[in-house]
């Protein structure tokens, strides 16, 4: 489990608080979203559950182990991945395999169990056939799978992913939200996904809504993206296939209201026929 | 004036091992006044065909005409007006603020152009302005202070203090959260309709150039794939999923529906006309309630 415990976390003393008191637990196997506007705070907490920040006040434990405990340090990063928007940044070798196996090269693992943990990482995220493949080669969404490939063969508890779709186009968002749901249900991997885009908060098991560094709404899917109005004052905006049912139940449908997807629609619709 | 690109072509470094042919035979017109989205998947050439509209690559074969000069015979200050006629704002322009002042900032490109102090200061008070960034609030703030959102208002506020005829953006939503996009994509509009600045946009969210774009021109290996009115291009299912575009969820969702009541119109724009025509086809399944289905 993570336990964020009354967290708080300031960039400078002279400005505010980029996260103020937040509380919250990630369950193994959990699949949380957390939703924001830009400026919110989200990147800070992403940074915050792997110990990369260490939070002014209260406390963050990953499987009991306190962050703020230096000697902890590479136990907490091995059991909680992280994850950027920009693959790029995170890639340290030429070849996709080599990327994959600097982890477990520094962990100092035999060189028949780094072979195992790189190619079932690949196998895992659907890169295996591209193992020999220079980095500089790959679209932007085979490139996220790799960085996520990476993570995996460290064996993580958990995966933290700070906006891993921003620099992707419609083809790789795809690809890498049906990986992390793989991971997640398959492999009981926890997720912890960062995003501002409600299409793909969508897939989670519970929605944490952050705004100006505190936690202002959550709940499931149903109980957070319903709440069309609340989620426009905070700058954000409940799925479109979600505002097209009210709309039609406004017209006389009688549609569940908790329809996300586009194909849920169609076959709500097209069941009736 | 219109900008015309007739058989443009574009090679990374030519002649080398590594010559990559970006564009390949190129010729589309870009209408004065207009609000026209290029899209495409990543590495189709959408961003070699932005910055050979104002001159910073040159086309290495046809010829790109912008107020009826062709650019590639343009040298020196020529070459430096022509930039200030057609803006160019790239991807993420946040991460290219330098100066320390938010004024100095914006006035950079104005102030690079000779004008004189009193007409960058107007220059700069108009686009804080249409950028809703308060004068008094903002332009003595240290650039790096700012949020991410509020810099890249500063960044596009130093871009229309040039005053360009054309603006050209690259993946201008890219990051920003919905209030954001719809601050960016409000201001677009107004720019074209109450300055007629004509506005290009390269994005691959093709719901955000469905909202202000009255024409696409779609990308795929360095040619182009398709054009045609927003609404045109939205009816060619097949051709934008075999470029790898993805629609719009509403266009999605009506030509899945299309399967099975034809008569929809898979190619409405706004939410109002997509449950207009949804209505219409499956009205009759839902009178009385789901109990008499």
Same mark, same amino acid.
């Given at each position: 489990?993570?336990?964020?415990?009354? +967290?708080?976390?300031?960039?400078?003393?002279?400005?505010?608080?980029?996260?103020?008191?937040?509380?919250?637990?990630?369950?193994?196997?959990?699949?949380?979203?957390?939703?924001?506007?830009?400026?919110?705070?989200?990147? #800070?907490?992403?940074? %915050?559950?792997?110990?990369? %920040?260490?939070?002014?006040?209260?406390?963050?434990?990953?499987?009991?182990? =306190?962050?703020?405990?230096?000697?902890?340090?590479?136990?907490?990063?091995? +059991?909680?991945?992280? $994850?950027?928007?920009?693959?790029?940044?995170?890639?340290?070798?030429?070849?996709?395999?080599?990327?994959?196996?600097?982890?477990?090269?520094?962990?100092?693992?035999?060189?028949?169990?780094?072979?195992?943990?790189?190619?079932?990482?690949?196998?895992?995220?659907?890169?295996?056939?591209?193992?020999?493949?220079?980095?500089?080669?790959?679209?932007?969404?085979?490139?996220?799978?790799?960085?996520?490939?990476?993570?995996?063969?460290?064996?993580?508890?958990?995966?933290?992913?700070?906006?891993?779709?921003?620099?992707?186009?419609?083809?790789?968002?795809? =690809? $890498?939200?049906?990986?992390?749901?793989?991971?997640?249900?398959?492999?009981?991997?926890?997720?912890?996904?960062?995003?501002?885009?409600?299409?793909?908060?969508?897939?989670?098991?519970?929605?944490?809504?952050?705004?100006?560094?505190?936690?202002?709404?959550?709940?499931?899917?149903?109980?957070?993206?319903?709440? #069309?109005?609340? %989620?426009?004052?905070?700058?954000?905006?409940?799925?479109?296939?979600?505002?097209?049912?009210?709309?039609?139940?406004?017209?006389?449908?009688?549609?569940?209201?908790?329809?996300?997807?586009?194909?849920?629609?169609?076959?709500?619709?097209?069941?009736?026929? | 004036?219109?900008?015309?690109?007739?058989?443009?072509?574009?090679?990374?470094?030519?002649?080398?091992?590594?010559?990559?042919?970006?564009?390949?035979?190129?010729?589309?017109?870009?209408?004065?006044?207009?609000?026209?989205?290029?899209?495409?998947?990543?590495? +189709?050439?959408?961003?070699?065909?932005?910055?050979?509209?104002?001159?910073?690559?040159?086309?290495?074969?046809?010829?790109?005409?912008?107020?009826?000069?062709?650019?590639?015979?343009?040298?020196?200050?020529?070459?430096?007006?022509?930039?200030?006629?057609?803006?160019?704002?790239?991807?993420?322009?946040?991460?290219?603020?330098?100066?320390?002042?938010?004024?100095?900032?914006?006035?950079?490109?104005?102030?690079?152009?000779?004008?004189?102090?009193?007409?960058?200061?107007?220059?700069?008070?108009?686009?804080? =302005?249409?950028?809703?960034?308060?004068?008094?609030?903002?332009?003595?703030?240290?650039?790096?202070?700012?949020?991410?959102?509020?810099? !890249?208002?500063?960044?596009?506020?130093?871009?229309?203090?040039?005053?360009?005829?054309?603006?050209?953006?690259?993946?201008?939503?890219?990051?920003?959260?919905?209030?954001?996009?719809?601050?960016?994509?409000?201001?677009?509009?107004?720019?074209?309709?109450?300055? !007629?600045?004509?506005?290009?946009?390269?994005?691959?969210?093709?719901?955000?150039?469905?909202?202000?774009?009255?024409?696409?021109?779609?990308?795929?290996?360095?040619?182009?794939?398709?054009?045609?009115?927003?609404?045109?291009?939205?009816?060619?299912?097949?051709?934008?999923?075999?470029?790898? %575009?993805?629609?719009?969820?509403?266009?999605?969702?009506?030509?899945?529906?299309?399967?099975?009541?034809?008569?929809? =119109?898979?190619?409405?724009?706004?939410?109002?006309?997509?449950?207009?025509?949804?209505?219409?086809?499956?009205?009759?399944?839902?009178?009385?309630?789901?109990?008499?289905?």
């Amino acid at each position: 489990m993570i336990r964020v415990n009354q +967290a708080t976390f300031r960039y400078k003393d002279s400005l505010p608080a980029a996260l103020n008191r937040i509380s919250f637990t990630v369950d193994p196997g959990d699949f949380i979203a957390v939703l924001g506007p830009n400026g919110s705070g989200k990147s #800070t907490l992403a940074r %915050l559950l792997n110990g990369i %920040l260490i939070p002014d006040e209260g406390t963050i434990t990953v499987l009991g182990m =306190d962050t703020r405990d230096v000697s902890l340090r590479p136990d907490i990063r091995r +059991a909680v991945g992280l $994850v950027f928007s920009n693959p790029e940044n995170q890639m340290v070798a030429s070849t996709v395999e080599e990327d994959v196996a600097f982890g477990p090269e520094n962990q100092g693992l035999p060189r028949e169990k780094i072979r195992q943990r790189v190619d079932a990482a690949l196998a895992r995220v659907g890169m295996l056939e591209l193992s020999h493949r220079p980095l500089h080669l790959l679209s932007g969404g085979q490139k996220q799978k790799t960085a996520i490939a990476g993570i995996l063969a460290m064996k993580p508890h958990y995966i933290v992913l700070d906006e891993p779709t921003s620099m992707l186009d419609a083809q790789g968002r795809k =690809d $890498v939200i049906q990986t992390l749901l793989e991971l997640n249900r398959r492999e009981n991997i926890g997720i912890v996904l960062i995003t501002h885009l409600v299409e793909e908060a969508v897939w989670a098991r519970r929605i944490l809504v952050l705004s100006q560094g505190t936690v202002k709404m959550e709940g499931s899917p149903e109980e957070v993206l319903l709440k #069309t109005i609340e %989620l426009n004052k905070l700058g954000l905006e409940s799925p479109l296939i979600t505002r097209l049912v009210a709309e039609l139940n406004r017209r006389g449908f009688t549609i569940p209201p908790a329809t996300f997807q586009v194909d849920d629609l169609v076959r709500i619709l097209c069941r009736s026929i | 004036m219109p900008i015309y690109l007739k058989n443009v072509c574009f090679t990374y470094q030519p002649d080398s091992p590594f010559q990559n042919q970006a564009l390949n035979g190129i010729s589309c017109t870009i209408h004065d006044g207009e609000i026209i989205g290029v899209t495409g998947p990543t590495g +189709a050439g959408k961003s070699t065909f932005l910055q050979l509209l104002n001159g910073i690559l040159k086309p290495t074969a046809g010829e790109v005409e912008v107020d009826g000069v062709v650019t590639s015979q343009l040298k020196g200050r020529a070459l430096v007006n022509l930039r200030q006629k057609v803006g160019l704002v790239f991807q993420f322009p946040e991460d290219q603020l330098f100066e320390v002042r938010v004024f100095d900032d914006i006035a950079f490109g104005p102030r690079n152009l000779g004008w004189s102090e009193d007409k960058v200061k107007r220059a700069v008070q108009w686009a804080m =302005d249409m950028l809703g960034l308060d004068k008094d609030e903002f332009q003595d703030r240290s650039t790096q202070e700012l949020s991410s959102g509020q810099k !890249r208002r500063v960044a596009l506020a130093g871009s229309l203090a040039m005053r360009p005829n054309y603006l050209l953006l690259d993946e201008p939503t890219a990051g920003l959260d919905a209030y954001g996009r719809q601050l960016l994509l409000a201001l677009l509009r107004k720019l074209n309709r109450e300055y !007629r600045t004509t506005v290009v946009i390269v994005s691959h969210r093709l719901e955000d150039l469905a909202a202000v774009c009255q024409r696409l021109l779609v990308f795929q290996a360095g040619q182009l794939a398709l054009q045609g009115t927003v609404s045109g291009v939205f009816g060619h299912q097949e051709a934008l999923q075999e470029v790898g %575009l993805q629609l719009p969820p509403l266009n999605e969702l009506l030509w899945k529906l299309k399967a099975y009541r034809p008569e929809i =119109d898979p190619t409405v724009l706004t939410l109002e006309e997509a449950a207009g025509e949804i209505e219409r086809a499956f009205e009759v399944y839902f009178q009385g309630g789901p109990e008499d289905v």
